[in-house]
């Protein structure tokens, strides 16, 4: 079975900050990673996902992670972040293989503060 | 991206009544998906359909809840008899293939009272 693991349910940042926001996972099984975002009051919009190939992984908004095998994370990282960043997000993963639903961390709520 | 659109975006129902959630992806996918996020907690998966038929579901998928796409547009999530513990949202998804993306729509907050 899969699990993920976010450890922080808030972080606050102020804006042009650089932020981290950690996902760690587990699994027995090769695996895919995501990265999604949650406006209020909006659906989960995919921000980015490591399937293979580099570790590094860019996505929309300035976003990007990075895929470690050794340590099983996955943290996501903007360098510089916007009041508009301010959101939910949620590390998912799916097997490669057998089976394709999603397990979601428990999310960590961005505060940009200004 | 694929856009999704769910309805209705907020549901309040008496506990025990039936209630149909439904999910209207505006392209053509292959893959359907319903997951749940009671308020505070994770987003849980609930069930995927392909090809018109049931391919996993979750321990919390049991006989009170089906779906299906009734008219090859619409995919239906339907609770037979609500509990209390079925408050939550509830988002549809989609992916053009089995290793895709899955795209998520904006989800229906269903209330039990």
Known sequence: AQSVTQLDSQVPV?????????????SSVSVYLFWYVQYPNQGLQLLLKYLS??????????FEAE??????????RKPSVHISDTAEYFCAVSRTSGTYK????????LKVLA | EPEVTQTPSHQVTQMGQEVILR??????????????????????????????????KSEIF???????R?????FTLKIRSTKLEDSAMYFCAISGGRYNEQFFGPGTRLTVL
Do not use: M
Request: aromatic fraction near 18%; hydrophobic fraction near 30%.
């Open chain 2, 62 to 68: 049991d006989d009170q809840f089906s779906v299906e």
């Open chain 1, 102 to 109: 999603y397990i979601f961390g428990t999310g960590t709520r």
């Open chain 1, 14 to 26: 102020f804006e042009e900050a650089p932020v981290e926001l950690r996902c760690n996972y587990s």
């Open chain 2, 23 to 56: 999910c209207v992806p505006i392209s053509n996918h292959l893959y359907f998906y319903w997951y749940r996020q009671i308020l505070g907690q994770k987003v849980e998966f609930l069930v995927s359909f392909y090809n018109n038929e049931i391919s996993e």
């Open chain 1, 67 to 76: 895929f470690n095998k050794s340590q099983t994370s996955f943290h996501l």
């Open chain 2, 70 to 74: 009734p008219d090859g547009s619409n």
């Open chain 1, 53 to 62: 190939g580099s570790t590094l992984v860019k996505g929309i908004n300035g």
